[in-house]
């Protein structure tokens, strides 16, 4: 090159990198896609102060109002029904109207459903509040999923769902330790426990609004090649695919689908383990069943260790499902269930001391809730795109159906038995189940 080239005002030094447009696309989706997935962690990292905080106000509750355990678990358990329903609604909802909306309007309603909560002094009040808020909350966990499938394709799914499910985890160490600040730090009575927390949620849901952006074409990007060829692929590889124009169709093509079947079934027994844990655990620590912890540690903060170890779970299970089965969802769920229910018999039976007591308690929540990332990236999976929140909140309904009906089951066992640490056998046993219902995905 000469000295005269050297010197021209459009001259680029050597090495210098001059990037196609192409790559500078694909940089911008890419930093994009990532906001949008943060933006829907951040929000939902907050959700479960709204709903997971109730089995620490149960021993405050039955002190003032009188209510048995079983009464109290069909409350946690009218939620759970509400909660199921309103998955199967709004799901197909958030495929029709975005999912920022919906997610939103969910945080915003169940912050001011658990205050009126907080007023209730009988357990028909409870009921009707508690119900009406879990409604509230199933506007957004399908309507995160739905924006994080509209911005990450199916060979990332395992990964960024991961991701949104460790915060989904991460929201249990929230609900948990936020909880324990309220009746243990700050010595407040159980109405608080619906007052303070969900202060949070208010403010990821107007974050996320003012964040977050539906899809690609509503933010004004392109999608870049690699994109396009990832959802041209999804569009063939799925017959259901071309049919989403209305609700109807939307149902039809999913329930029509014996793998959404499959997937249902499973995470039901599933979700009824990891919400067995959530809500019973706090009781089992408050009880007669754990001696209290050494070195002047609460009992509640012991079980901390819980959501700890399903947020852990979450995010990897995502990653070995996409890194080491190659995007084969079934094999990671049949391997953390089967873990989980060594690790929960283990609570129940062997005699732990309180460092050990931990460590197993942070493994029973790893694997017990760690499938989930693999359960949410299958919806989109078998769906498509485009009715990933159908998809999404039909599964999701199953989920809370059953964990739903196992509550009030649970509050009546311990009634009858006195006995809180059979928690972890009934655990065990749903486990179990999941794996088996899991071996039928195939996926």
Do not use: H
């Not at 102060?49 to 048995?68: E, K, M, N």
């Not at 608080?192 to 004004?220: H, K």
């Not at 969802?329 to 732990?352: E, K, Q």
């Not at 999976?381 to 039909?394: E, F, L, S, V």
Request: net charge positive; charged share 15%; aromatic share 12%.
């Amino acid at each position: 090159m000469s000295n005269a080239e050297n010197l021209r005002p459009d001259a680029k030094p050597p090495g210098s990198w001059n990037p196609t447009p192409e790559l500078l696309e694909e940089g911008t989706y890419d930093r994009l896609k990532w906001r949008m997935l943060l933006a829907a962690m951040f929000c939902y990292f907050f959700f479960y102060t709204g709903r997971q905080t109730f089995g620490f106000a149960i021993p405050g509750i039955q002190a003032d109002l009188g209510l048995s355990k079983a009464t109290l678990g069909g409350i946690s358990g009218i939620l759970l029904w509400s909660y199921a329903a309103g998955q199967m609604i709004n799901g197909n909802l958030a495929d029709k109207f975005g999912g920022r909306r919906m997610m939103t309007a969910g945080a915003i309603l169940s912050t001011l459903l658990n205050w009126c909560t907080s007023f209730s002094t009988g357990p028909r009040a409870f009921a009707f509040l508690w119900g009406a808020n879990g409604f509230a909350q199933s506007l957004g966990w399908p309507s995160g999923g739905r924006v994080i499938s509209n911005w990450w394709g199916p060979s990332e799914r395992g990964k960024s769902f991961g991701f949104y499910t460790f915060a989904a985890g991460m929201a249990s160490v929230l609900a948990y330790v936020t909880s324990t600040i309220v009746v243990d730090t700050l010595d407040l009575n159980w109405k608080w426990i619906f007052r303070a927390p969900v202060l949070l949620m208010l403010v990821g849901g107007i974050t996320f609004y003012l964040v977050a952006r539906d899809s690609p074409e509503q933010a004004g990007v392109t999608l870049p090649a690699s994109a396009t060829a990832e959802e041209t692929d999804e569009a063939q590889g799925t017959a259901a695919a071309g049919a989403g124009e209305t609700s109807f169709q939307r149902y039809k093509a999913v329930l029509r689908n014996p793998k959404i079947w499959s997937a249902g079934i499973a995470i039901g027994f599933q979700n009824a383990a990891r919400y067995g844990l959530l809500i019973w655990v706090p009781v089992y620590f408050l009880g007669d069943n754990w001696k209290k912890g050494g070195g002047g540690i609460s009992p509640l903060w012991i079980s901390v260790a819980l959501p700890v170890g399903m947020a852990m779970g979450a995010l990897v299970n995502g990653q070995i499902s996409d890194r080491i089965f190659g995007a084969r969802r079934d094999r990671p769920i049949i391997l953390f269930m089967v873990m989980g229910a060594l690790m929960s018999l283990t609570m129940y039976a062997a005699p732990l001391s309180v460092t050990t007591g931990i460590v197993v308690l942070f493994l029973t929540g790893f694997f017990v809730y760690g499938p989930q990332s693999s359960f949410w990236a299958l919806c989109p999976d078998i769906a498509g795109r485009r009715m990933a929140g159908t998809a999404t909140g039909a599964v999701n309904c199953f989920a809370y159906l059953f964990a739903g009906a196992a509550e009030p089951l649970i509050g009546s066992l311990m009634d009858q038995t006195g006995n809180t640490s059979l928690i972890f056998l009934i655990v065990a046993g749903a486990c179990g189940c999941s794996a088996l219902v899991a071996l039928t995905i195939r996926r």
